[in-house]
Nanobody
Framework: QVQLVESGGGLVQPGGSLRLSCAAS????????MNWYRQASGKERELVAT????????NYADSVKGRFTISRDNAKKTVYLQMNSLKPEDTAVYYC?????????????WGQGTQVTVSS
């Protein structure tokens, strides 16, 4: 059974930090690129950060570049999102996503999400 379980969300003041974790099970974690998405209330889901299967490359949305860092530990089957200098506009539900493309086939899994609220 495939599972992606996020943790680490919560309420934080502007300028603060949080570290999200996503623990994977039920699939070969090291074969998948891993992504963090977020969805604010009333808005579309957006891609925040992505890291390749072996962790050699990462990319970020412009809105979080320089503040967020994605990393992974393939031995622990876990991906992380370190979020610093948080802003109220970072408030959203954050989702972990696993993605693998083989030719025309795409395999994708989602976590249940964790709420991040940035407010004073």
């Amino acid at each position: 059974q495939v599972q992606l379980v996020e943790s680490g969300g919560g309420l934080v003041q502007p300028g603060g930090s949080l570290r999200l974790s996503c623990a994977a099970s039920g699939f070969t974690f090291g074969w998948y690129d891993m992504n963090w998405y977020r969805q604010a209330s009333g808005k579309e889901r957006e891609l925040v950060a992505t890291i390749t299967s072996l962790g050699r490359s990462a990319n970020y949305a412009d809105s979080v570049k320089g503040r967020f860092t994605i990393s992974r530990d393939n031995a622990k089957k876990t991906v992380y999102l370190q979020m610093n200098s948080l802003k109220p506009e970072d408030t959203a539900v954050y989702y972990c996503n696993a993605n693998r493309r083989i030719g025309a086939a795409e395999y994708e899994y989602w976590g249940q999400g964790t709420q991040v609220t940035v407010s004073s």
